[in-house]
Nanobody, 127 residues
Framework: QVQLVESGGGSVQAGGFLRLSCVVS????????LAWFRQAPGKEREGVAV????????KHADSVKGRFAISKDGAKATLYLQMNNLKPEDTAMYYC????????????????????WGEGTQVTVSS
């Protein structure tokens, strides 16, 4: 199995930016779906963005399109989430996740599709 360690969270004002990182280690060979999820207090975990195996294709949730961008550095086995123009409603714990199994487009951002999870990094956006 893989291990995932997130970093880069913090507190920013609305309109600011952050870049989250997730180091993927142990048995990772590039063939996994890698995704970012977030969970705000009292809310369900929701998918933010996903990148396909070997970096083929990305998908972003409608709520973050045009503001967030997922990417990865294969050589460093690191997943990124660039978050621009942050809004107070982006406040949440952000998790990276990985899974090796094929996923149809409508399931790419479903938390139940992912077996491996990091412990999360907190993002707080103040107005």
């Amino acid at each position: 199995q893989v291990q995932l360690v997130e970093s880069g969270g913090g507190s920013v004002q609305a309109g600011g930016f952050l870049r989250l990182s997730c180091v993927v280690s142990r048995n990772y060979n590039g063939s996994y779906y890698l995704a970012w999820f977030r969970q705000a207090p009292g809310k369900e975990r929701e998918g933010v963005a996903v990148i396909g195996p070997y970096g083929r294709g990305t998908k972003h949730a409608d709520s973050v399109k045009g503001r967030f961008a997922i990417s990865k550095d294969g050589a460093k086995a690191t997943l990124y989430l660039q978050m621009n123009n942050l809004k107070p409603e982006d406040t949440a714990m952000y998790y990276c996740a990985a899974d090796p199994d094929f996923k149809p487009p409508d399931l790419l951002l479903q938390p139940r599709e992912y077996k491996f999870w990091g412990e999360g990094t907190q993002v707080t956006v103040s107005s």
